[in-house]
């Protein structure tokens, strides 16, 4: 019995040495958790350019609006799941300068393996971690009720049809509102078209700084009536109802 108490301890013991030695690389994982940075205080403005569509009896109604919004966190609590839960004002105003207008509350939810966030009572994942290129998931699989319609201009919308995530780009370098970001993670949660409705969203995330742009295509035609009509048109030309919502990062802390 002693001996193979002995023979347990020096193999451990050479196991040990082998482990500490200074010249052996040990394998590092990049969980990507820092392209999400979240705490209180932290806020971010975007520059806001929103162009929606009404079709009406004898054309399209073209509305473009631009504005800044200003997403801050301004306090944590816990939520039923026993995680910390952040709290987000999000708020808006036609230019600066102008004092600020609360929108909306939202929250968010950073764990060890993705990001969720609230919204108007739809709770999206956001991210998953670690973060890889080609990483798929169902960013809308905790919604009560995926075929939920908004209503925009008075015209109806299938806003979340066809919604995939995926992660597209890692490591990336651009320039985005004038600004350098040496490391972005470039996120899609919908990228699909046909004839009639086209759905994209994009979302690009700067390492240390959070959602620093987005791009969102929500449109839907008819073409009048005669699809032929629009096969050379972009959406932007052929688009009957919808809009295009694009935020750029102006200032962050």
């Known amino acids: 019995m002693k001996n193979i108490l002995l023979i347990f301890v020096l193999g451990f013991t050479f196991f040990v040495s082998c482990n500490t030695d200074p010249n052996v690389e040990y394998l590092s994982i990049d969980y990507g958790y820092d392209y999400y940075p979240v705490e209180v205080g932290k806020y971010i403005i975007y520059d806001v350019d929103s162009i929606t569509y009404d079709p009406t009896q004898s054309a399209t109604s073209i509305d473009t609006t631009t504005y800044q919004v200003k997403e ?45 966030r609230t919204e108007d009572n739809l709770r999206f994942v956001k991210m998953l971690f670690p973060s890889r290129v080609d990483l798929t998931w169902d960013g809308n699989q905790l919604f009560a009720d995926e075929n939920f319609i908004i209503t925009v201009r008075g015209e109806t919308l299938e806003i979340f049809k066809n919604w995939s995530s995926v992660t597209k780009e890692k490591g990336t370098s651009e320039v985005i509102g004038g600004l350098n970001f040496d490391d972005i ?28 742009s987005k791009v969102m295509m929500i449109l839907d035609t008819q073409c009048g009536g005669n699809l032929s009509d629009c096969i050379d048109l972009s959406w932007e030309e052929k688009a009957e109802k919808g809009f295009i919502l694009k935020m750029t990062v102006n200032t962050y802390n």
């Not at 026993?82 to 939810?109: A, C, F, K, P, Q």
């Open 185 to 212: 993670l470039t996120i899609q949660h919908a990228d699909n078209e046909n004839f009639i409705e086209k759905r994209l969203v994009e979302e690009k995330y700067a390492r240390g700084v959070g959602l620093v």
């Open 72 to 116: 801050e966190v301004v306090d944590s609590t816990i939520d039923n799941a026993g995680r910390v839960m952040y709290i987000i004002h999000y708020s808006t105003r036609n230019s600066i300068g102008e004092d600020w207008t609360l929108e909306n509350v939202y929250t968010t939810v950073v764990d060890d393996f993705r990001v969720e």
